[in-house]
């Protein structure tokens, strides 16, 4: 595994270099420290570690199409015929939760990840952002559906 590479910036700060694509999972942690590097946690660390889960669980719902039916508010039934997944292999590389700035009471999981598609070309590095909103109480969260983010 190559640690990932650190370059100075302005004002004593430090910049990590992303791994190069096709790292494989040897690429996954210098991504994960990259993103919660460069979004500080705004959240309660049980809330982001619960909505990061969800939010796992969703795109992996959304690429492959198995487990749809677990989130109705991201999936609403639609009388249109389902289009075969996009996706049949899939791991998320890193995952964060923070608050929505957009909006109160949201908060958004940004996710990187990889994935075979159809064709069997698997590619990393792809990027999802994923938007929750409290459903009851503090702790509770829903999936929007894309067109409500």
Do not use: C, N
Not at 6 to 30: I, S
Not at 66 to 76: H, M, N
Not at 90 to 103: E, G, N, P
Not at 112 to 131: E, F, H, I, P
């Amino acid at each position: 595994m190559l640690p990932a590479r650190t370059a100075p910036t302005t004002k004593g700060a430090r910049a990590v270099e992303l791994p190069p694509r096709g790292e494989g999972r040897a690429g996954d942690r210098p991504i994960q420290e990259l993103l919660e590097h460069s979004w500080p946690a705004d959240l309660p660390k049980r809330q982001a570690s619960d909505l990061v889960a969800v939010g796992r669980a969703v795109l992996i719902a959304d690429v492959t199409g198995v487990g749809r039916d677990r989130f109705p508010t991201a999936f609403p039934t639609r009388d249109e015929p389902l289009i075969a997944p996009a996706f049949s292999r899939v791991r998320i590389q890193a995952a964060i939760a923070r608050k929505d700035t957009t909006a109160k009471g949201q908060a958004v999981v940004h996710l990187v990840w990889a994935g075979a598609d159809r064709g069997g070309t698997y590619t990393d590095g792809r990027l999802a952002d994923l938007t929750f909103r409290h459903s009851q109480g503090d702790t509770a969260w829903e999936p929007l559906p894309p067109t409500s983010r």
